[in-house]
């Protein structure tokens, strides 16, 4: 004859621990999925969908505007005072303005060269 099992009533303590470890490991288990399938790499298009369609001509030229429409200047090359630009770090001179590192901090001497050559000294302002 089998052993008769023990009934669990309302106040057991460790039914309600076995239950709430129950419910946590479904939880994270149900989040560990999710989490994996939303880092799957997308699959890849059909070979007919990789020719280009007028859309994507369209919008190709559109995110190329967005990268050129702040011109970058090679660094150290003089320009003038008024460059219609933002520049990330300045090297501010009598002469202009050139774009310089962004590891030089600012008050730190630093220098501009001109078209023909000349090195023209300044001051990193921002």
């Known amino acids: 004859m089998l052993p008769a099992r023990r009934i669990a009533t309302p106040g ?10 129950i419910i946590l490991a479904i939880a ?3 989040l560990g999925a999710v989490l994996a399938a939303g880092a799957a790499d997308p699959p890849l298009p059909r070979p007919s969908v990789l020719r280009t369609d007028p859309i994507q001509v369209q919008q ?10 702040f011109p970058t200047p090679p660094f150290y090359q003089l320009l003038p005072h008024e460059y219609p630009y933002p520049l990330i770090r300045t090297c501010y001179t009598h002469a202009g303005i ?3 590192p962004f590891t030089i901090q600012p008050g730190t001497p630093c220098y501009c060269e001109a078209s023909n050559g ?3 000294s300044g001051v990193c302002t921002k």
């Open 28 to 30: 994270l288990g149900v």
């Open 118 to 120: 000349v090195r023209v």
């Open 60 to 69: 190709d030229p559109a995110r190329l505007i967005l990268a050129q429409e």
């Open 12 to 21: 057991d303590t460790n039914l309600k621990l076995k239950s709430a470890s």
């Open 98 to 100: 050139c774009v310089i």
